[in-house]
């Protein structure tokens, strides 16, 4: 696609970013209106590698604003200690447990105030993790290989032996291109998600 151009995240890209989780955070649909707050989804899904780990963050620009993002976290167990320290208290601030909220915004709110659910048992083979979305206009133009490509190269870079994501087993878009990506399936702790990993190869 003329006009698009990966390049790493700036702090000027945020609201950018958080719009593309927002319309992108319900099994790859827009997820605008679906709880009482649309920063909700975003908050825990961007925000927190955004501020955590800002080097691993790349966008595609149009030329005018992010239309899409990767995000990875490097060692998951390091994110997960950092996300309670330095995230969870504004976290908490501007997202808190409220009695009248709906079965499904308590679910998600949960996910959010318990970063230790990613402390998964093949840490060890898969340490890093990734999060990876592109608005509509953007998709199926090669751009999320590419853009997958450079995170994948930005940890091998670091040595990283390998790295997963978990993912809504409705997407099965999303499922068939981290299928072409080389990601296969990994055993998966809880039965709503679906888990993925590849090994990395050693730097050279
Ligand atoms: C999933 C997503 C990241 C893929 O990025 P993309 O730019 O659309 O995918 P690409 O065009 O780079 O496709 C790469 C390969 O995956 C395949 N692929 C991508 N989307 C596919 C789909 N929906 N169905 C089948 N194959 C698909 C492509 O055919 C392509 O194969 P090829 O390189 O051998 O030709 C993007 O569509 C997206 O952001 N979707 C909405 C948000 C989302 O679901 N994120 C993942 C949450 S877990």
Known sequence: M?????RPFRPTDRDACYDVCVRTGLAGGDATGAYSDDSLTPDIFCGPY??????????????????GYVLGAHDTADFVARYRAQWLPGFERRHPLRDDASADEREMLDLGYRPERMLTRDLEEYPAHLHIDLLPSAQGHGLGRALMTTLLEAL????IPGVHLEMDPANTGALRFYEKLGFTRLEAEEPDSLRMGLRLPAAS
């Open 2 to 6: 003329g006009g698009m151009q990966i």
């Open 156 to 159: 091998t870079r670091r040595g």
């Open 50 to 67: 955004l501020e955590l780990e800002p080097d691993l963050a790349f966008v595609i620009d149009d030329g005018e604003r992010a239309v």
